[in-house]
């Protein structure tokens, strides 16, 4: 067995794991001067400062000062998907979405956590940090429909159709407080239809 394999087996190599690290910690960096000072007043290389790397390295790790913010982008669209490719059997994909999405910590957490509080009020009071989260869920549509074309007896546009509707509800329903609500409704809606009466 070579080193590679190794590596393989027992899960990322010391190299991925280090390059995670300096990921972690030029986003933790950088949220905790955001949070100090606001996303505008603070620039890149202060957060390089910060995070005792250089400007080189923050910009190797992310592809903008917004992609900081939401440094588990990657890791939250994986989960989205694997919730509907994975799910159980006899559960429908629906269900497998609502289930998902009201476990998220910014669903749950809403109301009960100061720090997402926190966290919050600067993408909301950000312009900039706004678009760019709701533009990031946005361009996560097709990946979805896709997942849902794979995994059920959908066809394209179908799936199309749900994926928008699911993740704009999504959007619309985060700019509320009774976010939780508002998904519930949003999932009962598409799972009975709205009366047209």
Not at 6 to 23: C, I, L, N, V, Y
Not at 58 to 72: C, I, Q, T
Not at 128 to 154: D, F, G, I
């Amino acid at each position: 067995m070579t080193a590679s394999t190794k590596a393989d087996a027992s899960g990322p190599g010391r190299r991925e794991r280090k390059k995670a690290q300096t990921r972690a910690t030029i986003a933790t960096a950088a949220l905790e001067l955001f949070l100090a000072r606001g996303f505008d007043d603070v620039g890149i290389r202060e957060v390089a400062e910060r995070a005792d790397v250089a400007v080189a390295t923050v910009f190797a790790h992310f592809e903008s000062k917004e992609a900081l913010v939401f440094d588990e982008d990657d890791d939250v669209i994986a989960s989205l998907l694997a919730a509907v490719t994975d799910r159980a059997e006899g559960t429908s994909p629906l269900s497998a979405l609502r289930e998902w999405f009201l476990g998220r910590d910014d669903v749950q957490q809403r109301r009960q956590s100061a720090e997402f509080a926190q966290f919050r009020a600067l993408v909301d009071s950000t312009p900039a940090l706004h678009s760019y989260w709701q533009s990031s869920w946005r361009r996560h549509q097709p990946a979805l429909a896709a997942a849902l074309v794979e995994s059920t007896s959908m066809e394209g546009q179908e799936a199309e159709l749900l994926a928008t509707f699911v993740i704009e509800g999504f959007l619309l329903a985060s700019d509320h407080q009774d976010t939780a609500e508002r998904l519930e409704v949003m999932f009962r809606a598409l799972r009975c239809g709205v009366r047209d009466s």
